[in-house]
């Protein structure tokens, strides 16, 4: 079982609707949750951070924690073409220091 | 927000030389820094971490000998990659978090190819 799993996707929606990305973890010593951007040949950026469970929202993303489920969620409201990319999530794992990435979805938004 | 300076963006080396990597914390002291290799459409692979005034600290499979990492100051880490094969072209990119609440800043990344 792989530390992070994401679904490879592709994943296509179109411009307006909501897109959901899904992670979930093996360590339940996870502490800290990312979810990160990333264009082609560029760097992730982070699009958003969560440490407790629930919702958290920031404009049109949020991002959904249930760590008895060990499960990290990504929705994005308003899909707009400019959000075509592949999303990472990773994890904190307790006392350590580096994150442990999923191997991405790549998302698609069809004007 | 937190801002990390990576050099050189693009480079292309010839078989056999040596290539080096520079990570900059421009508005933050970093203790550590982290150094990741990602190949096409693959997700990124921690290396090694970097820490100020002490050896790095490699994953399993990564060859210290081949990947000489240097975190001399607070704010610059370097990684270093010797005798390049064309097999060692990847886009690098560095690592670092400002605190314990931030999440973690990357640099733009290097894309290495050796030919």
């Known amino acids: 079982q792989k530390e992070v799993e994401q679904n490879s996707g592709p994943l296509s929606v179109p411009e307006g609707a909501i897109a959901s990305l899904n992670c979930t973890y093996s360590d339940r010593g996870s502490q800290s949750f990312f979810w990160y951007r990333q264009y082609s040949g560029k760097s992730p950026e982070l699009i958003m951070s969560i440490y407790s469970n629930g919702d958290k929202e920031d404009g049109r993303f949020t991002a959904q924690l249930n760590k008895a489920s060990q499960y990290v969620s990504l929705l994005i409201r308003d899909s707009q073409p400019s959000d075509s990319a592949t999303y990472l999530c990773?994890?904190?794992?307790?006392?350590?220091?580096?994150?442990?990435f999923g191997s991405g979805t790549q998302l698609t938004v069809l004007p | 927000g937190a801002v990390v300076s990576q050099h050189p963006s693009r480079v292309i080396c010839k078989s056999g030389t040596s290539v080096k990597i520079e990570c900059r914390s421009l508005d933050f002291q970093a203790t550590t820094m982290f150094w990741y290799r990602q190949f096409p459409k693959q997700s990124l692979m921690l290396m090694a971490t970097?820490?100020?005034?002490?050896?790095?600290?490699?994953e399993q499979g990564v060859e210290k000998d081949k990947f000489l990492i240097n975190h001399a100051s607070l704010t610059l880490s370097t990684l270093t990659v010797t005798s390049a094969h064309p097999e060692d072209s990847s886009f690098y990119i560095c690592?670092?978090?400002?605190?314990?609440?931030?999440?973690?800043?990357f640099g733009s990344g290097t894309r290495l190819t050796v030919v």
């Open positions: 970097s820490n100020e005034g002490s050896k790095a600290t490699y």
């Open positions: 990773a994890v904190n794992k307790g006392s350590a220091r580096q994150l442990t």
């Open positions: 690592s670092a978090r400002e605190g314990i609440l931030y999440g973690y800043t």
